[in-house]
């Protein structure tokens, strides 16, 4: 995906992470946008910030643990 690409689709979800709607900007470090992709398959989901991207990779990746669980644990 290139530059303008990442910059279109940022575009149509209005500047925002698509999770949290935190307005964003490309190309600005951690406080910028992250191309959020499915590590199996290399499709690109969308843009995303820094936090959700990090959540996002972590459940995906196993990571950070059984998302039912932490549902749970949330509840409590």
Partial sequence: MNRLDMLSLLESQ???CVLCETEL???VGRK??????CHTTGKVRGILCNRCNTVVGGLENKAIGDISK???Y???
């Fill in 32 to 37: 910028g946008g992250f191309v959020d992709h």
């Fill in 14 to 16: 209005d500047k925002k």
């Fill in 25 to 27: 900007e490309m190309f």
């Fill in 74 to 76: 949330i509840k409590r």
């Fill in 70 to 72: 932490i549902l749970e």
